[in-house]
């Protein structure tokens, strides 16, 4: 029978706590959901697989060298499942990495991947990947979020998606929520005007980030002059930050558990599709 290969294909970070208690909790839960699976984790940032390899003991792979070990097992279908929020450019380069292997694929490998987190609109019937994020980060937070507004931090650029999920809030379960991008739009400037006409008093800050870091959580709530919370005392809010990365979030966890689950079934029906047209044909053959 042919085994069932899954790679959770994370950009990767050096701070090991961080990524076991996002990335490594993720993982467990494709273990669990699919015991029968063979299943890998790897980074695809180079620079942090190196660094990573430098200072822990437990090796982490590349995607071609986990895509690799799998073949060698024998393994047919591997699904890669991005666990990133948005198709950004290290997304784009592990498609491209993954093209480049179907090219010149000689072993009979069938490679499948999925989509990030934030894909789906919810147009017509399709699901809408911004308002379970919203609604999956506004159950995690609950109480802590009470009269407060919800400032979502992303560590990214001129992402569509994250100008998306703010007007999803809008129409959505987040309208005391505002969104902002570290390098890109909407920018901090624009959150706090929007924070202005939310008129709340207190600021509670999440990190859109799947891997909580120490970096990370400074730059939100550290003590230096710069950081979001000091920007945001200094405009005479309180505040106060959730210190866990996105991927923390058990029901984020879950919406990439029906990402993959989508996958593979997409995977399967075509596979069946396929081997019913084959036998469509023979018997017209031996008809």
Same mark, same amino acid.
């Given at each position: ?14 701070? =090991? ?8 909790? +993720?993982e ?14 790897v980074?695809?940032?180079d ?12 090796t982490?792979w ?7 070990? +799998? ?22 380069? +592990? ?23 934030? @894909?789906s ?27 407060? @507004?919800?400032? /979502? +931090?992303?560590? =990214? ?14 129409y ?7 969104v902002f991008?570290?390098? =890109? ?35 939100? =709530?550290?003590?230096r002059?710069?950081?979001?919370? @000091? ?8 505040? @106060?930050i959730?210190?866990e ?11 990439? /558990? ?30």
């Amino acid at each position: 029978m042919n085994k069932k290969g899954i790679i959770l294909a994370t950009f990767g970070s050096i701070y =090991g706590e961080a990524v076991e208690k996002s990335v490594g909790c +993720m993982e467990a839960k494709i273990r669990k959901t699919y015991p029968e699976a063979i299943v890998h984790r790897v980074f695809l940032a180079d620079a942090l697989i190196e660094k990573w390899n430098e200072k822990y003991d437990r090796t982490v792979w590349d995607l071609e060298a986990a895509i690799a070990d +799998m073949a060698g097992q024998g393994v047919k279908d591997i699904h890669i499942l991005p666990f990133t929020l948005v198709a950004d450019q290290c997304y784009q380069k +592990m498609r491209k990495t993954i093209a480049k292997i179907n090219y010149g694929n000689d072993r009979g490998l069938r490679l499948n991947v999925g989509k990030p987190l934030l @894909s789906s609109l919810g147009v017509k019937n399709y699901a809408d990947d911004y308002s379970s994020t919203i609604e999956a980060i506004m159950k995690h937070v609950n109480i802590r979020a009470l009269n407060k @507004s919800v400032l /979502l +931090m992303a560590n =990214g650029q001129n992402q569509l998606e994250f100008s998306a999920l703010q007007l999803k809030c809008f129409y959505g379960a987040g309208q005391n929520v505002a969104v902002f991008t570290s390098n =890109g739009f909407p920018n901090f400037k624009q959150a706090l005007t929007l924070l202005e006409r939310l008129d709340h008093h207190e600021v509670l800050v999440v990190p859109l980030a799947l891997i909580g870091s120490e970096h990370l959580m400074d730059f939100l =709530g550290g003590e230096r002059p710069d950081s979001v919370a @000091s920007l945001l005392t200094e405009e005479g809010y309180g505040v @106060s930050i959730w210190n866990e990365g996105l991927g923390e979030n058990p029901y984020i966890q879950d919406l990439f /558990l029906k990402h993959l689950a989508h996958s593979i079934r997409m995977v399967e029906r075509r596979q069946q599709t396929g081997r019913e047209a084959g036998e469509n044909e023979r018997r017209a053959c031996t008809a």
